[in-house]
């Protein structure tokens, strides 16, 4: 018995012994022990000298393991954007670069190169673009259009422009599809120095005005006549009066053939365009190089993974819903057994809506603890004159304070995924920032808009940050992901 008691007194003190050991070893890890994902926490550089960028590593190097190069004017600057990287790696932090599709691809090439060379695996990637799904709902966009002599963008107010090369000089055709279902067809023409124009514009109730017009570059002066034909065969001015030998309503292409002429007609042809125009975007990355491609974005997290990143940053701000933001994210990435993260916004549209230090500390462990492994914040805003960039003291509190409780706290994970699932309807491109959301940036909120609204606020209340917000796909199954799965048009 004593002998007995002996050997399992040793026992335990090896046991002791070797957890202490492992102990010691896993302090030393950059993530912490192993029920942790790996997870990057930083902030964003958008300023404009090398001196700044490095005073606000050394102000965050303690509490942070990120840095984001997103500064459009050092960006382009090889030997710079090398300097300050190269401060950045030497204080033990990560990298990431930040670049437009607008700035030179020649630069692109020389910061890959250097990036991947010299830093290794502490350069994460490329941070290409970004807000592309939001852009799509709110912005002027060009699309994707296999037709090399054919142009298509999304306007801003949901107006669909195809402008078609005619071969001829100094001749423009275009097509313009409106939101409202209105069209409206262009084309002009310089001749000897006068722009003629000719526009006409179909209205829903049938009637069509023709409006032409000459303007004389030499003067800046103008000329228009318009005509309003109307669907009983009248033509008239704008005043009312009957105008007689200027034809009739049918020598006008017809509207609904105009109408289904347009290059995307319903949701899956704008899912397919979406997708197309950021493959087609990120081809110029993905060419010479396999680096992990990064975005942020406020809506359509969806369709950002199809079109081709490793990586979205759900944007957590702009007075919206972060569980919602979260839940959709999520949902996105598990579903491809990728990566996500949160990059923190203002919480308005001006910089002086940054979150609080208490804010930003919450924002950051809720992402943290629904399963992200990267966290952003942004640090940018115009006229402000600090160093820093736009954080201040109860910002910086925040993030150190997230460091120390959070990110190195043993019994907070990251290694999570959603456990239920609500299922929207396929290729359903919603905005989801209220029930009148537009879809796609192209169509007005339509008859299932407001029950894809009701059932994504019922299902976040009913399962919280458990949920993940998925789209009926054939290509991705959620058979055997989740432990309950609802969806949108359920009744009961």
Not at 21 to 45: C, H, L, M, Q, R
Not at 120 to 126: E, Q, V
């Amino acid at each position: 018995m004593k002998k007995r008691l002996v050997f399992a007194l040793a026992a335990a003190i090896i046991a002791i012994i070797a957890v202490s050991a492992f102990a010691t070893v896993e302090i030393y890890k950059p993530f912490g022990d192993t029920g942790k994902k790996p997870f990057y926490v930083g902030v964003t550089y958008c300023g404009d000298t090398v001196a700044e960028a490095e005073q606000l590593i050394d102000k965050v190097k303690s509490y942070t393991n990120l840095f984001v190069l997103d500064s459009g004017t050092l960006i382009v600057n090889v030997p710079v954007t090398e300097e300050i990287c190269d401060y950045a790696v030497n204080a033990g932090m990560y990298v990431m670069l930040y670049y437009s599709s607008n700035n030179p691809a020649g630069t692109l090439d020389s910061l890959l190169t250097i990036a991947q060379v010299r830093y290794g695996s502490r350069f994460l990637g490329l941070y290409y673009n970004d807000e592309l799904g939001g852009k799509m709902l709110d912005s002027q966009v060009h699309l994707y259009d296999p037709n090399p002599n054919q142009t298509i963008i999304k306007d801003s107010d949901g107006t669909l422009y195809v402008q078609n090369q005619t071969g001829i000089a100094n001749t423009t055709d275009s097509v313009a599809y409106l939101r409202s279902g209105e069209i409206e067809v262009d084309h002009s023409q310089i001749i000897q120095g006068i722009i003629k124009s000719y526009s006409t514009f179909y209205y829903l109730n049938g009637t069509i005005t023709y409006t032409t017009g000459d303007y004389y570059t030499s003067d800046s002066s103008e000329t228009t006549q318009v005509l309003i034909y109307q669907p009983n065969g009248n033509v008239e001015t704008t005043t009312g009066a009957t105008v007689a030998d200027a034809g009739t309503i049918s020598q006008f292409e017809p509207y609904q053939q105009l109408w289904d002429a347009r290059p995307i007609q319903n949701y899956q042809q704008a899912a397919d365009t979406f997708i197309k125009t950021q493959q087609n975007t990120l081809a110029v990355v993905r060419n010479q190089s396999n680096i992990k491609l990064f975005t942020s974005d406020y809506a359509l997290d969806w369709w950002d993974y199809l079109g081709g990143y490793n990586v979205v940053l759900a944007q957590l701000g702009w007075n919206e819903s972060i569980t919602q933001n979260i839940a959709m994210i999520r949902g996105a990435a598990d579903m491809r057994d990728k990566s996500w993260g949160a990059i923190i916004t203002w919480e308005g549209l001006s910089p002086s809506d940054l979150p609080s230090g208490t804010q930003m500390y919450n924002e950051l462990k809720q992402a943290y603890e629904s399963g992200a492994e990267y966290a952003v914040v942004f640090n940018y805003a115009p006229d402000i004159d600090s160093s820093l960039g736009l954080l201040a003291g109860q910002q910086f509190d925040a993030l150190q304070s997230f460091w120390s409780s959070v990110v190195q706290n043993k019994s907070e994970t990251n290694n999570v995924k959603g456990q239920d699932a609500l299922v929207l309807p396929d290729n359903y491109g919603f905005g989801m920032r209220n029930p009148n959301d537009n879809i796609w940036g192209l169509w007005q909120s339509d008859n299932s808009s407001h029950q894809v609204w009701s059932a994504v606020q019922t299902a976040l209340d009913k399962y919280g940050s458990k949920l993940d917000i998925v789209y009926s796909d054939p290509a991705h199954s959620i058979a055997g992901r989740y432990q309950q799965v609802c969806y949108w048009n359920q009744t009961t």
